[in-house]
């Protein structure tokens, strides 16, 4: 089965704009959690959704958000872009929300440069 | 503060020889922890996990120890092959997390041949 699909690949921004990403789960996968991930750090949760809600929140500001549609696909948006935000933003699906027995499946990733 | 710490960026093993990835933990709540593996311009895959209640898991080349009065772990290759070559992350859960995944920052593991 076709696993979990991350548009776009790569992407350059300036300071001040906004970005959308999108995540598409492997088929039957309800959750979704975003995660980013920058040179030398481990990957920092930003938020999960399943069902259409978010579940659960990772310690970021505001310009982050994201929503999950009645497909279980998932968008993320970053407003008003900084220097800090370049990095590798990763989606990972699971059947159930949470990951109590860990499982997650990742997609490829977005990187987003910020100029 | 780090709830989950691999304190070692990078390794180098000879092809054949074992690797020992470690990995620290300062929650002694955490129930579950796993391994995953990231090749460069991919998503981390998920390699090998183990429940608190266990002290040992192998799966194949894989071993994953668990010593909970250290509140340490260690990831096992045995033997390492030019493929393994990659970033490892150790990562715990627990209910205190919404059984969301605290991750370390990963070790670079590279293979000689």
């Known amino acids: 089965k076709a696993g979990v699909t991350q548009t776009p690949r790569y992407l350059i921004k300036t300071r001040g704009q906004q970005v959308t990403l999108s995540c598409s789960p492997i088929s039957g996968h309800r959750s979704v959690s975003w995660y980013q991930q920058t040179p030398g750090q481990g990957l920092q949760f930003l938020f999960e959704?399943?069902?259409?809600?978010?579940?659960n929140k990772g310690n970021f500001p505001g310009r982050f958000s994201g929503r999950q549609f009645s497909n279980s696909r998932s968008e993320m948006n970053v407003s008003t872009l900084e220097l800090g935000d370049s990095a590798l933003y990763l989606c990972?699906?699971?059947?159930?929300?949470?990951?109590?027995?860990?499982?997650?499946?990742f997609g490829e990733g977005s990187r987003l440069t910020v100029l | 503060d780090q709830q989950v710490k691999q304190n070692s960026p990078s390794l180098s093993v000879q092809e054949g020889r074992i690797s020992i990835l470690n990995c620290d933990y300062t929650?002694?709540?955490?129930?579950?922890f796993l391994w995953y593996k990231k090749y460069p311009a991919e998503g981390p895959t998920f390699l090998i996990s183990i429940s608190s209640i266990k002290d040992k898991n192998e799966d194949g080349r894989f071993t994953v120890f668990l010593n909970k009065s250290a509140k340490h772990l260690s990831l096992h290759i045995v033997p390492s092959q030019p493929g393994d070559s990659a970033v490892y992350f150790c990562a715990a859960t627990a209910s205190f997390s919404n059984y969301q995944l605290i991750w370390g920052a990963g070790t670079k593991l590279i293979i000689k041949p």
């Open positions: 959704y399943f069902s259409e809600t978010q579940r």
């Open positions: 929650n002694s709540m955490f129930d579950y």
């Open positions: 990972a699906s699971s059947l159930f929300q949470g990951s109590s027995t860990g499982e997650l499946f």
